[in-house]
């Protein structure tokens, strides 16, 4: 496959790293994006399908970055319906069950977990994903996320704090493109914004594909923040299969991906148009504004004209 100065910022061969020897889960898991993968990128995300119930493997922990935990339907004609049910303790406070796809904001230094499943009714993902370190020997160190506990956690007496607040469990419908055709969920879904959760400043939005979209998504850039990009194939017998044969536009190129892949894109870069090629399966594309707690931040100005001076066509992706 073609070879981009570009590929330098893609992850198209996810290594799998944590929570190796589960059942019940992929294990390990796909890592999407790390400072060892893409060494300016001071972020950490790993993805992984539950196939059954899983063996407990996620218990009471502390990390001093925050993070964001998602949980996401693997079916795209039922993408709030999780797939099963989710018990979990934040700060020590037991979480109502979960059982829709679900946006969760940890900040540095609060316990998290166990993270049990109660139930499984289909397939379904979990990210996680760490804020300011990219390197899990750093953020993981001292963790002990693997390490059984010998009771459930407490609440401190005086922590009046409800940590439900920082659970979404129905999302906003904000962001897409009204132009674009029934093959791409619109508008997407956004788990993740600082107008849902007032200390969560990075703003993720993401949706269905279920066939070649068109048209293609436009070309922009972002003079202010970082952006990662996400496609994840919906396959969980072989999901490092994307499902699809997406070009990426990066700089005066392209990337090409038809595995599952993370895309690191520096602010001030121009990226797009994203090409769909090729179509096989359904797969989901994430957006992730990183210091843009709103779509209005992340996005105003970040579109160019149809006759803007500054945005001059790209060459045809290079055939093999």
């Not at 060892?36 to 218990?59: A, K, N, Q, R, S």
């Not at 190129?253 to 892949?261: A, D, K, L, P, Q």
Request: proline share 10%; hydrophobic share 30%; glycine share 8%.
């Amino acid at each position: 496959m073609h070879k981009s100065e570009y590929d330098k910022y893609a992850v198209k061969t996810p290594p799998r790293e944590a929570f190796p020897g589960v059942r019940g889960r992929q294990s390990p898991t796909m890592t999407l994006m790390s400072s060892e993968l893409v060494p300016e990128c001071p972020y950490y995300i790993e993805v992984g399908w539950i196939t059954d119930v899983p063996d407990p493997h996620i218990f009471e922990h502390t990390i001093d970055y925050d993070r964001i935990i998602l949980l996401w339907s693997g079916d795209y004609k039922r993408p709030q319906d999780l797939g099963g049910t989710v018990e979990l303790y934040i700060g020590g406070q037991k979480i109502i069950p979960l059982t829709t796809t679900t946006g969760i904001f940890i900040p540095g230094g609060t316990p998290v977990g166990p993270v049990n499943w109660k139930e499984f009714r289909h397939p379904h993902v979990m990210m996680n994903f760490i804020l300011g370190s990219g390197d899990p020997a750093v953020w993981a160190k001292n963790s002990d996320v693997t390490t059984p506990k010998d009771k459930l956690p407490e609440k401190e007496e005086n922590d009046g704090f409800d940590y439900e607040q920082y659970v979404i469990r129905s999302p906003m419908r904000q962001a897409g493109m009204p132009d674009h055709d029934k093959h791409r969920q619109q508008p997407t879904m956004t788990y993740m914004s600082r107008d849902q959760i007032a200390v969560a400043n990075h703003y993720i939005e993401f949706g269905w594909c279920w066939d070649i979209v068109k048209p293609d998504l436009p070309r922009m850039v972002h003079n202010k923040y970082d952006e990662i990009v996400l496609h994840v194939g919906c396959d969980p017998d072989n999901p490092e299969d994307l499902g699809a044969t997406i070009d990426f536009g990066m700089g005066d190129g392209y990337v090409r991906s038809n595995t599952t892949f993370g895309m690191w894109v520096p602010k001030e870069l121009k990226h797009g148009p994203l090409v769909w090629r090729e179509y096989r399966k359904p797969h989901i594309e994430m957006a992730i504004m990183l210091g843009a707690g709103t779509v209005k931040e992340g996005w105003e100005d970040s579109f160019f004209g149809k006759d803007d001076a500054d945005n001059p066509p790209l060459p045809p992706f290079p055939e093999e």
